[in-house]
């Protein structure tokens, strides 16, 4: 693909669309998360699901999530649990 036409990824994140479930798909036990230091899943998450909260645990914002699987790789306990959700995301690119 020429460079020229390659659309930016915030651009194409922007196509898509969501169909938000009333329950969360992802589970964290955020016990486990007080002891994990460098939080990882917080700053890979290209969607920024996962936030660092001031008392060591972290908030899911589920409706943000692009269904990658990212964070279930990355995090280092296991803490995550993931189920596709029965809405989810519909991709308009790529
Ligand atoms: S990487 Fe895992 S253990 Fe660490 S903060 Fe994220 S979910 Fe919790």
């Known amino acids: 693909m020429e460079s020229s036409k390659?659309?930016?990824l915030l651009k194409r994140?922007?196509?898509?669309?969501y169909n938000v479930d009333?329950?969360?798909?992802?589970?964290?036990?955020t016990d486990i998360c007080i002891n994990c230091k460098d939080k990882p899943c917080t700053v890979s998450c290209p969607a920024g699901t996962y936030e660092a909260l001031p008392d060591g645990r972290i908030a899911v914002h589920y409706?943000?999530?692009?269904?990658c699987g990212g964070?279930?790789?990355i995090c280092?306990?296991?803490a995550i649990k993931f189920r596709f959700p029965e809405g989810g995301i519909s991709y308009r690119y790529g």
């Open 63 to 67: 409706e943000r999530c692009l269904e």
């Open 76 to 78: 280092p306990f296991g």
């Open 22 to 29: 009333k329950k969360s798909h992802i589970e964290v036990n």
């Open 13 to 17: 994140l922007g196509l898509n669309t």
């Open 71 to 73: 964070a279930l790789v």
């Open 6 to 8: 390659i659309v930016p």
